[in-house]
């Protein structure tokens, strides 16, 4: 089973950046995408940006769009996400995940429950506040 390790993240003020990484053991391109949900106390998880592999098409929910960035590494296997303006609402725990066969908006669309989930990571805490 693929593993995922997260690095990065953190606490930042409102309008700093911070870079998450997620580290893919096996190949980053055994996968169809890669990406990033955050999860924020009391309410769904997110599907924040998501990368599909093939053809490196990128989506990006509109809450971080213009802001985030996400990003890989083939050679290391590692997708990164960067985060730039940051808002005290980006506040939440934030999880990368392969998926397989579906390309990156699909795959930002699934729910945390969906059986096309191959790995998660073990989550990164992101803190924005003054």
């Known amino acids: 089973q693929p593993h995922l390790v997260q690095s990065g993240g953190g606490s930042a003020q409102p309008g700093e950046s911070l870079r998450l990484s997620c580290a893919i053991s096996g190949g980053l391109l055994d996968y169809s995408a890669i990406g990033w949900f955050r999860q924020v106390s009391g309410k769904e998880s997110e599907g924040v940006s998501c990368?599909?592999?093939?053809?490196?098409?990128?989506w990006y929910s509109d809450s971080v769009k213009g802001r985030f960035t996400i990003s890989r590494d083939n050679v290391k296997s590692v997708v990164y996400l960067q985060m730039n303006s940051l808002k005290p609402e980006d506040t939440g725990v934030y999880y990368c995940a392969a998926v397989s066969p579906f390309g990156a908006q699909a795959m930002c669309a699934m729910g945390p429950e969906s059986p096309f989930f191959k790995s998660w990571g073990q989550g990164t805490q992101v803190t924005v506040s003054s």
């Open positions: 990368m599909s592999t093939k053809d490196d098409s990128k």
